[in-house]
């Protein structure tokens, strides 16, 4: 696991040129590589894949609506401890807040009083009907008045949307500028974490904390907030209203409240448990999905397509179960609410008639009255809808902050030893302890000595330690005891992007974002003329293949650069690294993907590009590393033969029947 992760961490680290582009190793292992375009330029770096690792809350449903009842969302562990945490970040802000509180309760404010206004030109205009049906002398309708009062209710109406969008603007503001430091300080805290942190999630998890999580709180902090400030208002706003009106249609008001609160936990706690339902079958289905379309050629060719088809119809059909059954639960609660809100209706309908025949209230404030009935529960629904949405907010902050409490890699000394010319190249593992966790050491006492200039050759079985050898090298990870050395130089007191840019990285796993051929090359070094971008690709064998595109240089790779050979993807890696121009190279199983043709032509391009400078490449295909200066045959953990080709194969050792079994097809000591 380990491993698979720092190979797939160290391919993006194919040139020396970290700081120049500004991505760091820790955000690519986190699986969203830079380009020089922007994080734009890497498809499907946004939403993870469904069914896969942890997913977002969106992954999740926390924020879908289904006839009014929310899917339930995920819970925080610390709930108190996260929102706290969170508000934090709104203190810089207060201000900011204070007046969006202001503005939200003035638009609210002026917003509850129109039906109250409008009651006044009502009775006015009752009143002046039923003087006119009396008979009444020089009766009629006081248009004046009426007119007066819809030029107040015009302005009401005016001011109350001023300040809502006054309060919405400067809410957005406030929403944006948070996120926009919280992702400034998750960007920061990836470029100091430890490559094992990386090594303990998968990718979509860590993309799912950064993206979608992030995401759910900016859209919280924007619409939530306001919304339960303008809730709030409306709730007691109203309800004072009410109680000005008629405390007697008030308290009538009020007994439909204990109805709608059990009918909404009634359809809350059924549809619910079939809504957890549903979203597990749905990932399960999304992972059934994915799986037969990315093996869909040995789907096809091992026969299974019937077993597979089997298989999605039985959980699309419990999908379809749960669906249904959370959908009509759900359903049921918008008629259920109504036909409770129509008999608060009704009964505030006749006790307002009733008061109104007796003269104790005016027609129009019955007007207002009913309309204000009908606003009275919808902040309660509101409230209670925001309530889920905070939990999954808080949730997904608390994601976050466990990104940011991650312990961070060993900072880099103030002291440090700046870049010095020219670099000789010598490298030293001098009585080197290291293992992945502490219970399990993979090397002890290892001790090395690589010459400038000259090449080592690392080889042995699977889960030997080569390639933990190389991570150790770049301060992927960091040694439990011994040293290594650069020019006599500890590696620890460089800085770790100094460190980095003395190293060329091409790699078995091939890396290349989605944009043009010549931005990809560029990637080794940002400030590279035209014309040395060109050389990189004729030194790497690559300018033949590339000036054959329709478009050359400027062609466009697509998602995986899935519209170019393996080989040709390689040579494009090694262009990348000849343009860095590093005085190490290191080459990881560089040519264990090609064919034998294409292999060729890489191991000319990898011979110009190790061509006097002190390179490491680890192989599989040990015919490819006859030539090298140095062998390095690794065990456990340990060196267990080292020296040249010819020596090793007289001294008719371990490397010797490693190499036999590739063409004798003696048994391999690796196998064992």
Same mark, same amino acid.
């Given at each position: 696991?380990?491993?698979?992760?720092?190979?797939?961490?160290?391919?993006?680290?194919?040139?020396?040129?970290?700081?120049?582009?500004?991505?760091?190793?820790?955000?690519?292992?986190?699986?969203?590589?830079?380009?020089?375009?922007?994080?734009?330029?890497?498809? !499907?770096?946004?939403?993870?894949?469904?069914?896969?690792?942890?997913?977002?809350?969106?992954?999740?449903?926390?924020?879908?609506?289904?006839?009014?009842?929310?899917?339930?969302?995920?819970?925080?562990?610390?709930?108190?401890?996260?929102?706290? *945490?969170?508000?934090?970040?709104?203190?810089?802000?207060?201000?900011?807040?204070?007046?969006?509180?202001?503005?939200?309760?003035?638009?609210?404010?002026?917003?509850?009083?129109?039906?109250?206004?409008?009651?006044?030109?009502?009775?006015?205009?009752?009143?002046?009907?039923?003087?006119?049906? *009396?008979?009444?002398? !020089?009766?009629?309708?006081?248009?004046?008045?009426?007119?007066?009062?819809?030029?107040?209710?015009?302005?009401?109406?005016?001011?109350?949307?001023?300040?809502?969008? @006054?309060?919405?603007? @400067?809410?957005?503001?406030?929403?944006?500028?948070?996120?926009?430091?919280?992702?400034?300080?998750?960007?920061?805290?990836?470029?100091?974490?430890?490559?094992?942190?990386?090594?303990?999630?998968?990718?979509?998890?860590?993309?799912?904390?950064?993206?979608?999580?992030?995401?759910?709180?900016?859209?919280?902090?924007?619409?939530?907030?306001?919304?339960?400030?303008?809730?709030?208002?409306?709730?007691?706003?109203?309800?004072?209203?009410?109680?000005?009106?008629?405390?007697?249609?008030?308290?009538?008001?009020?007994?439909?409240?204990?109805?709608?609160?059990?009918?909404?936990?009634?359809?809350?706690?059924?549809?619910?448990?079939?809504?957890?339902? /549903?979203?597990?079958?749905?990932?399960?289905?999304?992972?059934?999905v994915e799986e037969m379309y990315t093996g869909h050629k040995i789907v096809k060719a091992f026969g299974y397509e019937d077993v597979s088809i089997g298989q999605f119809n039985r959980i699309n059909e419990e999908l379809y179960e749960h669906g249904w059954k959370a959908q009509f639960m759900s359903g049921l609660f918008q008629p259920l609410i109504g036909f409770i809100n129509n008999i608060g209706y009704v009964i505030v309908a006749v006790a307002g008639g009733f008061l109104a025949l007796k003269q104790a209230v005016e027609i129009g404030d019955i007007q207002a009255f009913i309309n204000y009935s009908r606003r009275f529960t919808q902040p309660i629904?509101?409230?209670?809808?925001?309530?889920?949405?905070?939990?999954?907010?808080?949730?997904?902050?608390? *994601?976050?902050?466990?990104?940011?409490d991650e312990p961070e890699e060993m900072p880099d000394p103030v002291d440090a030893v700046t870049a010095f010319e020219p670099l000789e190249g010598e490298v030293r593992f001098q009585n080197v302890r290291f293992g992945y966790d502490e219970d399990n050491v993979l090397m002890e006492d290892l001790s090395i000595c690589a010459k400038p200039g000259r090449t080592i050759a690392i080889v042995g079985p699977t889960?030997?330690?080569?390639?933990?050898?190389?991570?150790?090298?770049?301060?992927?990870?960091?040694?439990?005891?011994?040293?290594?050395?650069?020019?006599?130089?500890?590696?620890?007191?460089?800085?770790?992007?100094?460190?980095?840019?003395?190293?060329? #990285?091409?790699?078995?796993?091939?890396?290349?974002?989605?944009?043009?051929?010549?931005?990809? @090359?560029?990637?080794?070094?940002?400030?590279?003329?035209?014309?040395?971008?060109?050389?990189?690709?004729?030194?790497?064998?690559?300018?033949?293949?590339?000036?054959?595109?329709?478009?050359?240089?400027?062609?466009?790779?697509?998602?995986?650069?899935?519209?170019?050979?393996?080989?040709?993807? /390689?040579?494009?890696?090694?262009?990348?690294? @000849?343009?860095?121009?590093?005085?190490? #190279?290191?080459?990881?199983?560089?040519?264990?993907?090609?064919?034998?043709?294409?292999?060729? /032509?890489?191991?000319?391009?990898?011979?110009?590009?190790?061509?006097? *400078?002190?390179?490491?490449?680890?192989?599989?295909?040990?015919?490819?590393?006859?030539?090298?200066?140095?062998?390095?045959?690794?065990?456990?953990?340990?060196?267990?033969?080292? !020296?040249?080709?010819?020596?090793?194969?007289?001294?008719?050792?371990?490397?010797?029947?490693? =190499? =036999?079994?590739?063409?004798?097809?003696?048994?391999?000591?690796?196998?064992?």
């Amino acid at each position: 696991m380990s491993r698979k992760h720092s190979e797939e961490h160290a391919e993006t680290r194919v040139s020396a040129g970290e700081s120049q582009t500004g991505r760091t190793d820790a955000l690519e292992a986190s699986g969203m590589p830079g380009n020089r375009k922007g994080p734009g330029g890497h498809k !499907g770096a946004v939403e993870p894949k469904s069914g896969r690792g942890s997913g977002g809350p969106r992954a999740r449903g926390a924020g879908g609506r289904h006839g009014g009842l929310r899917m339930p969302a995920e819970k925080a562990k610390d709930f108190k401890g996260t929102l706290k *945490r969170l508000v934090k970040y709104l203190k810089p802000r207060t201000l900011a807040l204070v007046t969006v509180f202001v503005f939200a309760a003035l638009s609210t404010v002026f917003a509850i009083i129109s039906p109250k206004v409008m009651g006044k030109a009502t009775t006015k205009l009752f009143e002046g009907l039923m003087l006119k049906a *009396r008979g009444v002398p !020089g009766a009629g309708i006081d248009f004046a008045y009426i007119g007066r009062i819809l030029l107040i209710l015009s302005g009401l109406y005016v001011a109350s949307a001023v300040f809502s969008f @006054i309060q919405h603007f @400067i809410m957005a503001g406030v929403a944006q500028s948070t996120v926009y430091e919280m992702r400034k300080e998750i960007e920061a805290k990836l470029n100091r974490l430890p490559l094992k942190v990386f090594d303990g999630r998968t990718h979509g998890e860590i993309m799912s904390r950064v993206i979608n999580d992030v995401d759910n709180v900016s859209s919280t902090l924007q619409q939530s907030l306001t919304q339960i400030i303008t809730a709030v208002v409306t709730l007691v706003g109203v309800l004072v209203m009410m109680l000005s009106i008629s405390p007697l249609l008030t308290l009538v008001t009020l007994v439909t409240l204990p109805l709608t609160a059990v009918v909404t936990g009634f359809v809350a706690k059924r549809s619910q448990g079939y809504f957890v339902g /549903q979203q597990r079958v749905l990932g399960e289905l999304n992972g059934h999905v994915e799986e037969m379309y990315t093996g869909h050629k040995i789907v096809k060719a091992f026969g299974y397509e019937d077993v597979s088809i089997g298989q999605f119809n039985r959980i699309n059909e419990e999908l379809y179960e749960h669906g249904w059954k959370a959908q009509f639960m759900s359903g049921l609660f918008q008629p259920l609410i109504g036909f409770i809100n129509n008999i608060g209706y009704v009964i505030v309908a006749v006790a307002g008639g009733f008061l109104a025949l007796k003269q104790a209230v005016e027609i129009g404030d019955i007007q207002a009255f009913i309309n204000y009935s009908r606003r009275f529960t919808q902040p309660i629904r509101q409230t209670a809808s925001i309530a889920n949405v905070i939990q999954s907010t808080v949730a997904s902050a608390e *994601r976050v902050f466990e990104i940011l409490d991650e312990p961070e890699e060993m900072p880099d000394p103030v002291d440090a030893v700046t870049a010095f010319e020219p670099l000789e190249g010598e490298v030293r593992f001098q009585n080197v302890r290291f293992g992945y966790d502490e219970d399990n050491v993979l090397m002890e006492d290892l001790s090395i000595c690589a010459k400038p200039g000259r090449t080592i050759a690392i080889v042995g079985p699977t889960g030997a330690g080569k390639t933990t050898l190389v991570n150790l090298l770049m301060r992927f990870y960091e040694v439990d005891d011994g040293r290594i050395t650069i020019d006599g130089f500890n590696i620890r007191d460089f800085r770790r992007g100094d460190l980095r840019r003395m190293f060329g #990285m091409v790699l078995q796993d091939v890396w290349l974002f989605n944009g043009t051929i010549r931005e990809n @090359i560029a990637y080794g070094r940002e400030d590279a003329t035209e014309e040395e971008i060109i050389k990189a690709a004729q030194a790497a064998r690559a300018d033949h293949f590339i000036r054959t595109l329709p478009d050359g240089y400027d062609t466009l790779l697509g998602e995986d650069a899935a519209n170019l050979s393996q080989g040709q993807k /390689q040579l494009l890696t090694i262009a990348r690294a @000849i343009l860095a121009d590093p005085p190490m #190279m290191i080459l990881d199983e560089a040519t264990s993907n090609v064919d034998t043709r294409t292999e060729i /032509q890489v191991q000319k391009a990898m011979e110009t590009l190790m061509k006097g *400078r002190t390179s490491f490449v680890i192989a599989h295909r040990l015919s490819t590393i006859r030539d090298a200066d140095l062998i390095l045959v690794m065990d456990k953990g340990r060196i267990v033969e080292q !020296g040249t080709h010819s020596g090793l194969l007289a001294q008719d050792g371990f490397y010797a029947e490693l =190499y =036999y079994s590739q063409f004798t097809g003696r048994n391999s000591v690796a196998a064992g």
